[in-house]
C-alpha cells in the first residue's frame, strides 16, 4: 500500500530532509494534466531553498515547428510528443553531478513553447525536483527514466477541481472558452487516463486541494 500525503509543504520539505543521505537527491511528481504537479513543485523549491532546483519535463515538449502539420499537432502533450532523449539525457547529467552547472530547458506558458538552458541547476543543489506527465511510463525509453530518480511521488486533485482548473488554464494561454473545453475533456483527458493507469507505480500519494 502506498503512503498518502496531503500537500502540506513544510511537512513534505522536512521529509525530503529527514532522508537525505549527503547524496543529491531526485525526486519525481507525476500526474495527470492540471493536478498541480508544477504548483507544487514550485512550492516545494521555494520551502527548500537554495540547495534545491526544479526542472520540469515539460522542457521537452516538440517545438511547434516541429509538430505543426502533422497528426502530432492535434495530440500535443501526448507522450510522443517530447524528446524522451533529451530528458534521459538531462537526468544521467543530474545524477551523475560532474558539471558546475547544467543548464535545463523550460516550458513558457502562453507562448506554448520550450525555451532551452532556461534553469541553471548547480552542482551544490542537493534536491531535484523534476514534475510531468509521463515519468512512470514504460512505455520503450521512457522506461529509463525512473532508474535515475530517487522517489517519484503521484499527485492528485479531485477531478472536477482539476478539469475546472485546467479549463481555466487553457483560457489564460489563449483559448476560446469551448475550445479550452474541448481540448481539456478530449487530448487531455485521453493522456489523463494513461498517466492514472502508471500510479500504483509511485512510491507515495500526494493528495492536493
Not at 27 to 35: N, S, T
Not at 42 to 68: E, K
Request: glycine content about 10%.
Amino acid at each position: 500500500m502506498q503512503p498518502v500525503y496531503s500537500d502540506d509543504i513544510a511537512e513534505l520539505a522536512v521529509r525530503l530532509h529527514s532522508s537525505a543521505s549527503g547524496e543529491r537527491r531526485i525526486i519525481g511528481l507525476v500526474g495527470p494534466p492540471g493536478a498541480g504537479k508544477s504548483t507544487l513543485a514550485q512550492r516545494l523549491g521555494r520551502q527548500l531553498g537554495q540547495g534545491s532546483a526544479v526542472v520540469p519535463m515539460d522542457g521537452f515538449h516538440l517545438a511547434n515547428s516541429i509538430i505543426d502539420g502533422t497528426p502530432l499537432r492535434d495530440r500535443k502533450g501526448a507522450i510522443d510528443t517530447f524528446d524522451i532523449g533529451g530528458y534521459l539525457a538531462l537526468l544521467k547529467r543530474l545524477r551523475d553531478n560532474n558539471e558546475d552547472v547544467v543548464y535545463a530547458p523550460a516550458y513558457r506558458r502562453g507562448l506554448e513553447e520550450p525555451i532551452a538552458a532556461s534553469i541553471a541547476i548547480p552542482r551544490s543543489a542537493g534536491f531535484i525536483i523534476t514534475e510531468g506527465n509521463y515519468l512512470l511510463a514504460d512505455v520503450g525509453p521512457w522506461g529509463r527514466v525512473r532508474r535515475y530518480l530517487d522517489e517519484v511521488w503521484f499527485v492528485e486533485l479531485p477531478p472536477k477541481t482539476r478539469m475546472s482548473r485546467l479549463i481555466q488554464r487553457h483560457i489564460d494561454a489563449g483559448m476560446e472558452p469551448g475550445a479550452a473545453e474541448a481540448w481539456a475533456k478530449g487530448p487531455d483527458e485521453v493522456n489523463a487516463r494513461y498517466i492514472e493507469s502508471t500510479r500504483n507505480s509511485a512510491d507515495a500519494i500526494i493528495r492536493c486541494r
